[in-house]
Protein backbone atom coordinates (compact mmCIF):
# COMPACT_ATOMS: atom_id res chain seq x y z
CA UNK A 1 0.00 0.00 0.00
CA UNK A 2 2.80 2.52 0.57
CA UNK A 3 4.25 1.57 -2.54
CA UNK A 4 1.20 2.33 -4.15
CA UNK A 5 0.87 5.96 -2.27
CA UNK A 6 4.18 6.63 -2.99
CA UNK A 7 3.68 5.96 -7.14
CA UNK A 8 0.57 8.43 -6.88
CA UNK A 9 1.93 11.08 -4.87
CA UNK A 10 3.96 12.69 -7.53
CA UNK A 11 1.36 12.29 -10.12
CA UNK A 12 -1.09 14.12 -7.75
CA UNK A 13 1.87 16.60 -7.13
CA UNK A 14 2.11 17.19 -10.82
CA UNK A 15 -1.62 17.70 -11.35
CA UNK A 16 -1.50 20.10 -8.41
CA UNK A 17 1.12 22.62 -10.04
CA UNK A 18 -0.35 22.45 -13.38
CA UNK A 19 -3.58 23.42 -11.84
CA UNK A 20 -1.89 26.18 -10.17
CA UNK A 21 -0.35 27.43 -13.03
CA UNK A 22 -3.49 27.32 -15.14
CA UNK A 23 -5.25 29.71 -12.39
CA UNK A 24 -2.18 32.23 -12.44
CA UNK A 25 -3.24 35.40 -13.90
CA UNK A 26 -2.77 35.93 -17.94
CA UNK A 27 -0.32 38.48 -18.35
CA UNK A 28 -1.79 41.76 -20.06
CA UNK A 29 -1.91 42.08 -23.67
CA UNK A 30 0.06 44.34 -24.78
CA UNK A 31 -1.09 48.15 -26.22
CA UNK A 32 -1.39 47.32 -30.44
CA UNK A 33 -0.16 49.66 -33.15
CA UNK A 34 -2.18 50.79 -35.85
CA UNK A 35 -1.36 51.39 -39.60
CA UNK A 36 -2.82 53.62 -41.84
CA UNK A 37 -2.06 53.86 -44.87
CA UNK A 38 -2.36 57.24 -47.22
CA UNK A 39 -0.68 56.70 -50.44
CA UNK A 40 -3.28 59.63 -52.81
CA UNK A 41 -3.84 63.07 -52.98
CA UNK A 42 -4.79 65.54 -49.96
CA UNK A 43 -8.69 65.23 -50.09
CA UNK A 44 -12.09 64.99 -47.80
CA UNK A 45 -11.73 61.32 -48.24
CA UNK A 46 -8.19 60.82 -47.03
CA UNK A 47 -9.14 63.42 -44.17
CA UNK A 48 -12.13 61.61 -43.00
CA UNK A 49 -10.54 57.89 -42.99
CA UNK A 50 -7.71 59.51 -40.93
CA UNK A 51 -10.47 60.93 -38.26
CA UNK A 52 -11.59 57.58 -38.59
CA UNK A 53 -8.29 55.66 -37.49
CA UNK A 54 -7.41 58.51 -34.89
CA UNK A 55 -11.43 57.34 -33.34
CA UNK A 56 -10.45 53.71 -33.74
CA UNK A 57 -7.12 54.24 -31.92
CA UNK A 58 -8.09 56.51 -28.97
CA UNK A 59 -10.95 52.79 -29.03
CA UNK A 60 -7.76 50.24 -28.67
CA UNK A 61 -5.87 52.18 -26.72
CA UNK A 62 -3.02 52.18 -28.82
CA UNK A 63 0.83 52.40 -28.52
CA UNK A 64 1.09 54.46 -31.42
CA UNK A 65 -0.51 55.24 -34.52
CA UNK A 66 1.70 54.89 -38.13
CA UNK A 67 0.58 56.85 -40.94
CA UNK A 68 2.51 55.43 -43.75
CA UNK A 69 2.62 58.39 -46.52
CA UNK A 70 2.94 58.85 -49.74
CA UNK A 71 1.44 61.97 -51.47
CA UNK A 72 1.82 64.97 -54.00
CA UNK A 73 -0.46 66.91 -52.37
CA UNK A 74 -3.66 68.21 -52.46
CA UNK A 75 -6.00 70.51 -50.47
CA UNK A 76 -4.95 72.99 -47.82
CA UNK A 77 -8.67 72.57 -45.72
CA UNK A 78 -8.35 68.54 -45.69
CA UNK A 79 -4.36 68.84 -44.85
CA UNK A 80 -5.40 71.12 -41.88
CA UNK A 81 -8.24 68.94 -40.98
CA UNK A 82 -6.05 66.30 -40.48
CA UNK A 83 -2.94 68.03 -38.91
CA UNK A 84 -5.51 69.37 -36.55
CA UNK A 85 -6.69 65.58 -35.53
CA UNK A 86 -2.86 64.54 -35.19
CA UNK A 87 -2.20 67.49 -32.87
CA UNK A 88 -5.59 66.94 -30.95
CA UNK A 89 -5.26 62.48 -30.95
CA UNK A 90 -4.50 61.44 -27.31
CA UNK A 91 -2.57 58.41 -29.20
CA UNK A 92 0.71 59.14 -30.26
CA UNK A 93 1.37 59.56 -33.98
CA UNK A 94 4.36 58.86 -36.45
CA UNK A 95 4.26 59.78 -40.22
CA UNK A 96 6.30 57.29 -42.52
CA UNK A 97 7.24 58.55 -45.70
CA UNK A 98 7.35 55.24 -47.35
CA UNK A 99 7.83 52.95 -49.21
CA UNK A 100 10.87 53.77 -51.19
CA UNK A 101 10.01 56.39 -54.06
CA UNK A 102 7.23 57.59 -52.26
CA UNK A 103 7.13 61.78 -51.88
CA UNK A 104 5.51 63.74 -48.72
CA UNK A 105 5.29 66.71 -51.20
CA UNK A 106 3.28 70.32 -50.72
CA UNK A 107 0.51 69.52 -48.07
CA UNK A 108 1.96 65.97 -46.56
CA UNK A 109 4.80 68.16 -45.59
CA UNK A 110 2.65 70.24 -42.96
CA UNK A 111 0.74 66.64 -42.04
CA UNK A 112 4.70 65.31 -41.68
CA UNK A 113 5.88 68.20 -39.49
CA UNK A 114 2.46 68.02 -37.20
CA UNK A 115 3.07 64.75 -36.43
CA UNK A 116 4.45 63.42 -33.19
CA UNK A 117 7.69 61.11 -34.55
CA UNK A 118 8.31 62.25 -38.41
CA UNK A 119 10.23 59.37 -40.30
CA UNK A 120 11.23 58.62 -43.76
CA UNK A 121 12.17 55.17 -45.69
CA UNK A 122 15.47 55.51 -47.62
CA UNK A 123 14.71 56.70 -51.55
CA UNK A 124 12.00 59.33 -50.10
CA UNK A 125 11.85 63.08 -50.26
CA UNK A 126 9.49 65.74 -48.96
CA UNK A 127 9.36 69.25 -49.73
CA UNK A 128 7.89 71.43 -52.69
CA UNK A 129 4.80 72.86 -50.00
CA UNK A 130 4.65 76.10 -52.19
CA UNK A 131 0.69 76.77 -52.16
CA UNK A 132 -1.20 76.54 -55.50
CA UNK A 133 -4.73 77.85 -56.40
CA UNK A 134 -6.87 75.84 -56.61
CA UNK A 135 -9.57 77.95 -57.73
CA UNK A 136 -8.66 78.79 -61.44
CA UNK A 137 -7.02 81.91 -62.45
CA UNK A 138 -3.33 83.26 -61.58
CA UNK A 139 -3.64 84.65 -57.89
CA UNK A 140 -2.64 88.98 -57.89
CA UNK A 141 -0.06 89.56 -56.04
CA UNK A 142 -1.52 90.82 -52.83
CA UNK A 143 -3.22 87.70 -52.85
CA UNK A 144 -0.60 85.40 -53.07
CA UNK A 145 1.46 86.87 -50.79
CA UNK A 146 -1.11 86.61 -48.30
CA UNK A 147 -1.48 82.91 -48.92
CA UNK A 148 2.42 82.27 -49.02
CA UNK A 149 2.89 84.03 -45.69
CA UNK A 150 0.06 82.20 -44.04
CA UNK A 151 1.60 79.16 -44.86
CA UNK A 152 4.91 79.84 -44.13
CA UNK A 153 3.56 80.73 -40.64
CA UNK A 154 1.54 77.98 -40.38
CA UNK A 155 4.76 75.77 -41.05
CA UNK A 156 6.94 77.19 -38.87
CA UNK A 157 4.56 76.94 -36.23
CA UNK A 158 4.39 73.61 -36.91
CA UNK A 159 8.20 72.63 -37.26
CA UNK A 160 8.61 74.31 -34.02
CA UNK A 161 5.99 72.76 -31.93
CA UNK A 162 7.88 69.29 -32.41
CA UNK A 163 11.37 70.58 -32.14
CA UNK A 164 11.94 70.76 -35.66
CA UNK A 165 13.95 73.11 -38.18
CA UNK A 166 11.39 75.71 -38.94
CA UNK A 167 13.90 77.94 -40.98
CA UNK A 168 13.99 74.83 -43.47
CA UNK A 169 9.66 74.43 -43.16
CA UNK A 170 9.67 78.27 -44.38
CA UNK A 171 11.69 77.38 -47.27
CA UNK A 172 9.93 74.77 -48.38
CA UNK A 173 6.99 76.88 -48.82
CA UNK A 174 9.00 79.85 -50.02
CA UNK A 175 11.33 78.62 -52.03
CA UNK A 176 9.56 75.24 -52.89
CA UNK A 177 12.77 73.39 -51.06
CA UNK A 178 12.84 69.73 -51.09
CA UNK A 179 15.14 67.28 -49.00
CA UNK A 180 15.63 63.49 -49.26
CA UNK A 181 15.41 61.00 -46.03
CA UNK A 182 18.96 61.17 -45.50
CA UNK A 183 19.48 64.69 -45.86
CA UNK A 184 15.64 65.94 -43.77
CA UNK A 185 17.51 63.87 -41.21
CA UNK A 186 20.65 65.76 -41.37
CA UNK A 187 18.67 69.43 -41.10
CA UNK A 188 16.69 68.14 -38.26
CA UNK A 189 13.15 68.09 -40.62
CA UNK A 190 12.51 64.57 -39.26
CA UNK A 191 13.57 62.38 -36.65
CA UNK A 192 14.36 58.87 -37.92
CA UNK A 193 14.99 57.57 -41.32
CA UNK A 194 14.11 53.70 -41.26
CA UNK A 195 14.08 51.13 -43.97
CA UNK A 196 10.93 49.53 -42.62
CA UNK A 197 7.75 49.63 -40.16
CA UNK A 198 9.34 47.10 -38.20
CA UNK A 199 12.77 48.53 -37.55
CA UNK A 200 10.74 52.11 -37.07
CA UNK A 201 8.61 50.52 -34.21
CA UNK A 202 12.24 49.43 -32.71
CA UNK A 203 13.87 52.29 -33.02
CA UNK A 204 10.58 54.69 -31.40
CA UNK A 205 10.71 52.03 -28.72
CA UNK A 206 11.72 54.44 -25.15
CA UNK A 207 11.08 57.49 -27.13
CA UNK A 208 8.83 60.03 -25.34
CA UNK A 209 6.51 62.24 -26.94
CA UNK A 210 4.16 65.07 -24.94
CA UNK A 211 -0.12 64.50 -25.93
CA UNK A 212 -1.53 68.29 -24.65
CA UNK A 213 -0.11 68.42 -21.02
CA UNK A 214 1.19 64.52 -20.29
CA UNK A 215 4.46 63.02 -21.72
CA UNK A 216 3.88 59.39 -22.72
CA UNK A 217 6.87 56.96 -22.99
CA UNK A 218 6.22 54.68 -26.70
CA UNK A 219 6.59 50.95 -26.27
CA UNK A 220 6.29 49.49 -29.85
CA UNK A 221 9.20 47.29 -29.74
CA UNK A 222 7.16 43.72 -30.11
CA UNK A 223 4.10 45.52 -29.56
CA UNK A 224 1.30 43.84 -32.37
CA UNK A 225 0.70 45.27 -35.38
CA UNK A 226 -3.04 45.89 -36.73
CA UNK A 227 -3.30 47.61 -40.04
CA UNK A 228 -6.35 49.23 -41.30
CA UNK A 229 -7.21 49.47 -44.45
CA UNK A 230 -9.33 52.14 -46.35
CA UNK A 231 -12.72 50.67 -46.08
CA UNK A 232 -15.54 49.98 -49.25
CA UNK A 233 -16.85 54.06 -49.23
CA UNK A 234 -13.21 55.74 -48.34
CA UNK A 235 -11.95 53.59 -51.40
CA UNK A 236 -14.83 54.69 -53.57
CA UNK A 237 -14.83 58.08 -52.71
CA UNK A 238 -10.74 58.26 -53.08
CA UNK A 239 -10.92 56.70 -56.81
CA UNK A 240 -13.46 59.23 -57.91
CA UNK A 241 -10.93 61.78 -56.95
CA UNK A 242 -9.14 60.95 -60.06
CA UNK A 243 -9.26 63.69 -61.82
CA UNK A 244 -9.52 61.43 -65.55
CA UNK A 245 -12.40 59.63 -63.68
CA UNK A 246 -14.25 62.89 -62.38
CA UNK A 247 -14.10 64.36 -66.26
CA UNK A 248 -15.26 61.44 -67.77
CA UNK A 249 -18.30 60.93 -65.07
CA UNK A 250 -18.80 64.97 -66.09
CA UNK A 251 -18.70 64.24 -69.74
CA UNK A 252 -21.43 61.16 -69.11
CA UNK A 253 -23.23 63.22 -67.01
CA UNK A 254 -24.04 65.59 -69.82
CA UNK A 255 -24.92 62.71 -72.36
CA UNK A 256 -27.45 61.59 -69.59
CA UNK A 257 -29.13 64.98 -69.55
CA UNK A 258 -28.80 65.44 -73.16
CA UNK A 259 -30.60 61.98 -74.01
CA UNK A 260 -32.99 62.42 -71.44
CA UNK A 261 -33.66 66.22 -72.65
CA UNK A 262 -34.05 64.89 -75.97
CA UNK A 263 -36.40 61.59 -75.42
CA UNK A 264 -38.26 62.71 -72.42
CA UNK A 265 -39.92 59.70 -69.99
CA UNK A 266 -36.52 57.75 -70.95
CA UNK A 267 -35.71 57.85 -66.92
CA UNK A 268 -32.72 55.68 -67.37
CA UNK A 269 -30.51 58.60 -69.50
CA UNK A 270 -31.56 60.77 -66.79
CA UNK A 271 -30.76 58.86 -63.74
CA UNK A 272 -27.45 57.74 -65.04
CA UNK A 273 -26.23 60.99 -66.16
CA UNK A 274 -27.36 62.91 -62.92
CA UNK A 275 -25.65 60.82 -60.97
CA UNK A 276 -22.59 60.70 -63.11
CA UNK A 277 -22.85 64.91 -62.95
CA UNK A 278 -23.11 65.07 -59.00
CA UNK A 279 -19.92 62.18 -58.73
CA UNK A 280 -17.84 64.45 -61.13
CA UNK A 281 -18.60 67.67 -59.82
CA UNK A 282 -17.60 65.91 -56.30
CA UNK A 283 -14.24 64.46 -57.07
CA UNK A 284 -13.93 68.28 -58.66
CA UNK A 285 -13.42 69.94 -55.80
CA UNK A 286 -9.81 68.56 -54.96
CA UNK A 287 -8.78 69.86 -57.79
CA UNK A 288 -7.06 72.44 -59.87
CA UNK A 289 -9.94 73.72 -61.78
CA UNK A 290 -11.29 76.60 -63.76
CA UNK A 291 -13.88 78.71 -63.11
CA UNK A 292 -14.37 79.52 -66.62
CA UNK A 293 -14.39 76.12 -67.80
CA UNK A 294 -16.90 74.95 -65.84
CA UNK A 295 -18.93 77.71 -67.23
CA UNK A 296 -18.64 76.55 -70.59
CA UNK A 297 -19.31 73.06 -69.99
CA UNK A 298 -22.73 74.44 -68.58
CA UNK A 299 -23.14 76.47 -71.36
CA UNK A 300 -22.59 73.94 -73.73
CA UNK A 301 -25.21 72.13 -71.71
CA UNK A 302 -28.05 74.75 -72.34
CA UNK A 303 -27.44 75.12 -76.42
CA UNK A 304 -28.10 71.03 -76.52
CA UNK A 305 -31.01 71.99 -74.55
CA UNK A 306 -32.53 75.00 -76.27
CA UNK A 307 -30.97 72.81 -79.61
CA UNK A 308 -33.76 70.53 -78.84
CA UNK A 309 -36.62 73.87 -78.70
CA UNK A 310 -35.59 75.71 -81.07
CA UNK A 311 -34.99 74.74 -84.95
CA UNK A 312 -32.00 76.51 -85.26
CA UNK A 313 -30.66 73.83 -88.02
CA UNK A 314 -27.26 73.06 -85.84
CA UNK A 315 -26.50 76.15 -84.80
CA UNK A 316 -26.79 76.41 -81.47
CA UNK A 317 -25.52 72.67 -81.29
CA UNK A 318 -22.07 73.52 -82.94
CA UNK A 319 -21.92 76.19 -80.56
CA UNK A 320 -22.31 73.67 -77.81
CA UNK A 321 -19.62 71.31 -78.98
CA UNK A 322 -17.69 74.73 -79.29
CA UNK A 323 -18.27 75.65 -75.62
CA UNK A 324 -17.85 72.09 -74.67
CA UNK A 325 -14.15 72.08 -76.36
CA UNK A 326 -13.12 75.41 -75.03
CA UNK A 327 -14.44 74.72 -71.39
CA UNK A 328 -12.15 71.05 -71.34
CA UNK A 329 -9.39 72.52 -72.19
CA UNK A 330 -9.78 75.34 -69.65
CA UNK A 331 -11.52 73.45 -67.12
CA UNK A 332 -8.02 72.31 -65.35
CA UNK A 333 -5.16 74.79 -65.02
CA UNK A 334 -0.94 73.72 -66.98
CA UNK A 335 0.46 75.22 -64.30
CA UNK A 336 -0.97 73.00 -61.81
CA UNK A 337 0.92 69.68 -60.33
CA UNK A 338 0.24 66.58 -62.90
CA UNK A 339 -2.10 65.02 -60.03
CA UNK A 340 -4.63 68.09 -60.38
CA UNK A 341 -4.73 67.17 -64.14
CA UNK A 342 -6.72 65.24 -66.46
CA UNK A 343 -4.52 63.37 -69.07
CA UNK A 344 -4.03 64.93 -72.56
CA UNK A 345 -4.94 61.41 -73.42
CA UNK A 346 -8.00 61.59 -71.95
CA UNK A 347 -9.11 65.31 -72.39
CA UNK A 348 -8.57 64.39 -76.34
CA UNK A 349 -10.05 61.67 -76.39
CA UNK A 350 -13.29 62.90 -74.98
CA UNK A 351 -13.47 65.72 -77.00
CA UNK A 352 -13.51 64.16 -80.11
CA UNK A 353 -16.19 61.88 -79.10
CA UNK A 354 -18.62 64.43 -77.53
CA UNK A 355 -17.62 66.38 -81.20
CA UNK A 356 -18.57 63.17 -83.34
CA UNK A 357 -21.33 62.53 -81.06
CA UNK A 358 -23.16 65.29 -81.10
CA UNK A 359 -22.40 65.92 -85.10
CA UNK A 360 -23.89 62.38 -85.44
CA UNK A 361 -26.93 63.94 -83.93
CA UNK A 362 -27.03 67.34 -86.02
CA UNK A 363 -27.00 66.31 -88.90
CA UNK A 364 -29.96 63.38 -88.20
CA UNK A 365 -31.86 66.66 -86.61
CA UNK A 366 -31.17 68.51 -89.67
CA UNK A 367 -31.99 65.74 -92.42
CA UNK A 368 -35.18 64.72 -90.76
CA UNK A 369 -35.98 68.64 -90.90
CA UNK A 370 -35.32 68.71 -94.50
CA UNK A 371 -37.00 65.03 -95.69
CA UNK A 372 -40.00 65.12 -97.63
CA UNK A 373 -43.01 64.56 -95.32
CA UNK A 374 -44.25 60.72 -95.60
CA UNK A 375 -47.48 60.89 -93.22
CA UNK A 376 -50.57 62.99 -92.83
CA UNK A 377 -52.02 65.22 -95.61
CA UNK A 378 -48.87 66.55 -96.77
CA UNK A 379 -47.38 63.33 -97.18
CA UNK A 380 -49.47 62.52 -99.91
CA UNK A 381 -48.04 65.74 -102.59
CA UNK A 382 -46.07 63.96 -105.02
CA UNK A 383 -47.88 60.65 -104.75
CA UNK A 384 -48.86 58.49 -108.23
CA UNK A 385 -52.44 57.34 -108.53
CA UNK A 386 -55.16 56.00 -110.73
CA UNK A 387 -58.21 58.08 -111.80
CA UNK A 388 -61.41 55.69 -111.15
CA UNK A 389 -63.70 58.22 -113.29
CA UNK A 390 -63.36 60.54 -115.50
CA UNK A 391 -62.59 63.90 -114.09
CA UNK A 392 -63.54 66.85 -116.11
CA UNK A 393 -63.17 69.21 -113.50
CA UNK A 394 -64.16 66.39 -110.30
CA UNK A 395 -63.61 63.23 -110.50
CA UNK A 396 -62.51 60.01 -108.07
CA UNK A 397 -58.83 59.17 -108.02
CA UNK A 398 -57.28 56.04 -106.02
CA UNK A 399 -53.96 56.72 -104.39
CA UNK A 400 -51.97 54.71 -101.74
CA UNK A 401 -54.67 52.03 -102.11
CA UNK A 402 -57.33 54.62 -100.62
CA UNK A 403 -60.34 56.34 -103.06
CA UNK A 404 -59.83 59.90 -102.48
CA UNK A 405 -62.47 63.25 -104.34
CA UNK A 406 -60.21 64.77 -107.26
CA UNK A 407 -59.90 68.09 -108.93
CA UNK A 408 -58.31 68.46 -112.15
CA UNK A 409 -58.34 71.79 -114.15
CA UNK A 410 -57.86 69.43 -117.25
CA UNK A 411 -59.92 66.74 -118.18
CA UNK A 412 -58.35 63.04 -117.42
CA UNK A 413 -60.03 59.83 -118.78
CA UNK A 414 -60.86 56.95 -116.09
CA UNK A 415 -58.10 54.39 -115.91
CA UNK A 416 -55.02 57.39 -116.32
CA UNK A 417 -52.57 58.08 -114.11
CA UNK A 418 -52.33 60.84 -112.16
CA UNK A 419 -49.93 62.39 -109.91
CA UNK A 420 -50.78 64.40 -106.47
CA UNK A 421 -50.07 67.86 -106.51
CA UNK A 422 -51.64 68.97 -104.03
CA UNK A 423 -54.52 69.37 -101.41
CA UNK A 424 -57.49 71.07 -100.75
CA UNK A 425 -59.57 70.11 -97.47
CA UNK A 426 -60.21 66.15 -98.40
CA UNK A 427 -59.97 66.81 -101.99
CA UNK A 428 -56.68 66.21 -103.85
CA UNK A 429 -55.30 68.99 -106.80
CA UNK A 430 -53.96 66.16 -109.33
CA UNK A 431 -53.01 66.41 -112.84
CA UNK A 432 -52.38 64.04 -115.87
CA UNK A 433 -48.87 62.52 -115.10
CA UNK A 434 -47.68 62.29 -119.14
CA UNK A 435 -48.98 65.80 -119.13
CA UNK A 436 -46.82 66.35 -115.83
CA UNK A 437 -43.89 64.92 -117.89
CA UNK A 438 -44.49 67.54 -120.94
CA UNK A 439 -43.98 70.13 -118.53
CA UNK A 440 -41.50 69.28 -116.82
Known amino acids: MSLQFRR ?193 LEQVDGRTVRKGDAVLTLRTKGAPVTRVPMGLRHRILSALADPNIAYILMMLGVYGIYFELASPGAVFPGVVGGISLVLGFYALQTLSANYAGFLLILLAVLLFFLELKIQSHGALAIGGIVAMVLGSLMLFRRSADPFLRVSWTVLVTMVVLSAIFFSVVISLAVRSQLRKPFSGSEGMVGEEGEAVTDIDGKGKVRVVGELWDARCDRAVRKGEAVTVKGLDGMTLIVERKDLERRNT
Open 8 to 200: IVPVVLLLLAIARGNALPAEPARPPVLVATIAAPIGPVTADYLAAVIERAEGDNAALLVVELDTPGGLDSAMRQMVQGIIQSRVPVAVYVSPPGARSASAGVLITLASDVAAMAPGTNIGAAHPVNLGGGPMDNTMSRKVENDAAAYARSLAARSGRNADWAESAVRESASLSGKDALEKKVIDLVSPSLADL
